[in-house]
């Protein structure tokens, strides 16, 4: 276990909604990383927050949104969801948000979109 | 261009034969290189790190890995795989000039008995 919640487990929507995905970081952790896993294109960062502010944005599409909240707790908004954003979402969550920090990653939230 | 590069999708290996797993990187600075391992249906886990020092590092589950600046690569190995390693392998790595990670397309390992 390691210390990072994600919730839900497993969401299945359809095609034109909006979904919300929560992530809590480990206890002290001051980052969150937010990443996409598909069978086609592998495991894909998304953003990265540091103590409630935006540090770094990747391949985020810009129907996709994310912050971080005072609490530290994060949550990523995907909106007019596509097939093709059916895929294994993940946070991990690092303790100063720098290159050098491991990272430890929640169990995953499994989107599926029909 | 930061980037890494496993060129192996997929090996198979016999329960008790060694394990090599290649990364290649390419990182402007200098690299903190990452393995990490998952599970079916788990998140990621990291095995081991390097940032510094002796080349040669050690991690859990009897992993280690070894660090080449002139090869540009951080390859995996296991003297003895076990069933229980049969996952997805991931290496990665960051930096210190920002915030940068990059994880590798990941290796899937077959374990057979």
């Known amino acids: 276990d390691s210390g990072v919640t994600q919730t839900p487990k497993h969401l299945i929507t359809a095609t034109g909604q909006r979904v919300t995905l929560r992530c809590s970081p480990r206890?002290?952790?001051?980052?969150v990383y937010w990443y996409q896993q598909s069978l086609d294109q592998g495991l894909q960062f998304l953003i990265q927050?540091?103590?409630?502010?935006?540090?770094a944005k990747g391949n985020i599409l810009e129907r996709f949104s994310a912050q971080q909240f005072p609490d530290l707790h994060s949550e990523l908004n995907l909106s007019s969801l596509e097939l093709g954003d059916s895929a294994l979402y993940f946070c991990?969550?690092?303790?100063?948000?720098?290159?050098?920090?491991?990272?430890?990653f929640g169990p995953g939230t499994r989107l599926t979109v029909l | 261009a930061q980037s890494v590069t496993q060129p192996d999708i997929h090996i198979t290996v016999s329960e008790g034969a060694s394990l090599e797993l290649r990364c290649n990187y390419s990182?402007?600075?200098?690299?903190?290189l990452f393995w990490y391992v998952q599970s079916p249906g788990q998140g990621l886990q990291l095995l081991l790190k390097?940032?510094?020092?002796?080349?040669l590092v050690q991690g859990i589950k009897g992993f280690e890995a070894e660090f080449k600046r002139s090869q540009s690569s951080f390859n995996l190995r296991k003297p003895s795989v076990h069933w229980s390693d049969a996952a997805e392998y991931f290496c990665?790595?960051?930096?210190?000039?920002?915030?940068?990670?990059?994880f590798g397309t990941g290796t899937s390992l077959t374990v057979i008995p």
């Open positions: 991990a969550s690092s303790p100063y948000g720098s290159g050098a920090d491991t990272q430890y």
């Open positions: 206890s002290g952790d001051l980052s």
């Open positions: 990182y402007g600075a200098t690299p903190y």
């Open positions: 927050y540091y103590n409630g502010e935006e540090r």
């Open positions: 990665a790595v960051g930096g210190n000039t920002g915030n940068q990670f990059y």
């Open positions: 390097y940032f510094s020092g002796d080349t």
